[in-house]
């Protein structure tokens, strides 16, 4: 009876193994994969900020011949930002805390300022030391990060300091990207003061862990203390999901990052994907016959709100099994500033400003639905976790059509049969090229750079790396491959799949430039393709870009 009773407990065991319910060497993978993401993510970002402070090095040597200020002082800042051409600004601040010199042009502005009421123009000042910054409010509205390096003369002479600014969430996404795509695992990472400076879920980047409200649970509280007091760790919190539809308890490990001053805590976490919870979002690739009866869709939406007014609209909008969940398809609400109305499937967004997130490629999507809104409805692509592909990075084209003046709706299908993917280098030689071209521009002049980017035989048209350039208005000014169009508008111009790209263009460009989607014709295939573009502006009058081509559409 005890050798029947053994073998069953056995057997059942071995059951339980192979199904599953019980998994120590799955479960010990898992922690070791999880061990390895974080320590990579890590040493990711310490060699990146390590990048930065080479640069930084080099052209203090630089500058220590030149002096701060100059001509030879702008070349040597301008040539460090050109190898990172992520980055916001380089600038050389005096002793007395004085702006002396800054790149690029539309930085000349801030020339002379006394900035030595900043609190990392004092650190920098006093200790003379290459220094990472904590975040900080820049001119432009939204917390950056000086790194900084102290310029010395010949003798020894204390001549000031130079820097490179950027965004923290830039820095940190572009090292930890390629050591966390396709795994199940999210990062966050804060300051030893609770700021959050990166966050996979966007929305939580720049809030305070011990001051924002959404994150006031005590149970919360009592592990974000751990994690700002303690350099490593392992714990677990409850908030929302991936998906922002369903609050669930997660296990996190922690390391440190930074140098020169710098204490970033480093927070991994395992996103485990509820089974069924691919129903949440649309997973269908969109035809052209499609597209129109999301139009249709979306637009039965706007009447019903303008039928049954904004507050019943938004509930019926935000209920799960409502009449307007059809499928795969739901409507998304948003006011003309970013805030959400209308989430159906990730309630923990609504009433967040999302106005700044922007998709895997730095494409501002949010910002783009607000534009196409703005301008009577219109359609726009971005590239979004897909639930019904294990959350896969995949292109999107959405439909937006504006209820009033204050607020819009819109609703999206996947283009899954549409290759998005873009490599690192890939954006940082367009970012780099498109740099040069409107370099080139404001030192020569319109109209000689107009005539270099139009020249087929030229530098700047070499097949599917063209530069283009329009007027702010619309009119074409620099199209080399397609001649006949220049001098003619082509503001409401409409791609393969009815974006309006140069007006997307033109807005983003307006806005100090940045990454646009288009279908475009590749020069080198004779055929439409994906394409990623990066444009800025030479000034208030026209803009430059170009672009990366993915495979055909």
């Known amino acids: ?144 990060i000086s790194q900084s390096a102290p310029v010395f003369s010949s ?23 390629p050591v966390v795509e396709g795994t199940p695992f999210d990062i966050w990472v804060t300051q030893t003061d609770g700021t959050v400076i990166y966050d996979t879920t966007q929305e939580e980047i720049g809030k305070n862990l011990f001051l924002d409200p959404v994150y006031q649970e005590p149970g919360l509280q009592e592990f974000f203390r751990r994690v700002v007091s303690e350099p490593s760790g392992t714990g677990s919190y409850r ?5 922002w539809d369903r609050e669930i308890e997660k296990e996190a490990s922690w390391e440190t990052a930074g140098i020169d001053g710098a204490a970033w805590r480093v927070v991994l976490t395992e996103v485990k994907i509820p089974p069924g919870s691919a129903a949440a979002s649309s997973a269908r690739n969109a035809s052209l016959a499609e597209l129109k009866d999301l139009d249709a869709y979306v637009q039965s939406a706007v009447a019903y709100a303008a039928s049954e007014g904004r507050e019943a609209a938004i509930r019926e909008f935000n209920d799960p099994v409502g009449r307007f969940v059809e499928g795969d398809l739901y409507i998304f609400a948003y006011d003309m500033n970013g805030t959400v109305y209308a989430l159906p499937f990730q309630q923990g967004l609504v009433g967040q400003n999302r106005i700044d997130v922007h998709d895997v490629h730095g494409v501002a999507f949010i910002r783009a639905l607000v534009g196409a809104a703005s301008r009577g409805g219109g ?15 995949e292109l999107k084209i959405s439909s937006v059509v504006p209820v009033d003046d204050s607020w819009f709706l819109g609703s999206g299908i996947y283009l899954s049969h549409v290759n998005a993917t873009f490599s690192r280098q890939e954006k940082d030689a367009l970012m780099q090229r498109v740099h040069a071209a409107r370099d080139f521009a404001r030192q020569e002049g319109m109209a000689a750079a107009l005539a270099s980017f139009n020249d087929l035989s030229g530098q700047w048209a070499p097949g599917g790396n063209y530069i283009f350039a329009y007027a702010m208005n619309g009119t074409t000014l620099a199209l080399p491959h397609q001649p006949e169009l220049i001098g003619t508008s082509r503001i409401g111009f409409l791609d393969h799949y009815g974006v309006a790209i140069i007006d997307w263009e033109i807005e983003v460009a307006r806005a100090g430039g940045g990454f646009v989607y288009v279908v475009y014709l590749n020069p080198d295939t004779g055929s439409e393709a994906l394409k990623l573009c990066y444009v800025v502006p030479v000034d208030e009058e026209w803009f430059v870009g170009s672009g990366v081509y993915g495979p055909e559409v």
């Open 379 to 393: 359609h726009v692509y971005y590239v979004y976790p897909n639930p019904a592909a294990g959350f896969a990075e």
């Open 1 to 144: 009876m005890k050798v029947r009773i053994l073998l069953l407990l056995l057997v059942m065991g071995a059951v339980l193994l192979a199904s599953g319910c019980i998994t120590p060497q799955k479960e010990q993978a898992e922690a070791s994969a999880a061990s390895a993401a974080l320590t990579g993510a890590v040493k990711a970002i310490d060699a990146d900020l390590a990048g930065v402070q080479a640069l930084n090095l080099a052209s203090a040597n630089r500058l220590s011949r030149t002096g701060l200020v100059g001509p030879a002082a702008e070349t040597a800042l301008r040539e460090k930002l050109d190898a990172l051409p992520w980055a916001l600004s380089s600038v050389t601040i005096s002793p007395e805390g004085i702006i002396v010199a800054a790149v690029p042009e539309h930085y000349r502005e801030i020339v002379g300022r006394d900035v030595k009421y900043q609190g990392p123009v004092q650190e920098a000042l006093a200790m003379k030391v290459p220094r990472v910054s904590e975040v900080f409010m820049m001119e432009e509205g939204f917390a950056g």
């Open 239 to 243: 908030f929302w999901d991936r998906g």
């Open 155 to 177: 003798n020894g002479t204390y001549l000031g300091y130079t820097d490179v600014t950027y965004r923290p969430e830039t820095l940190i996404e572009r090292a930890i990207g």
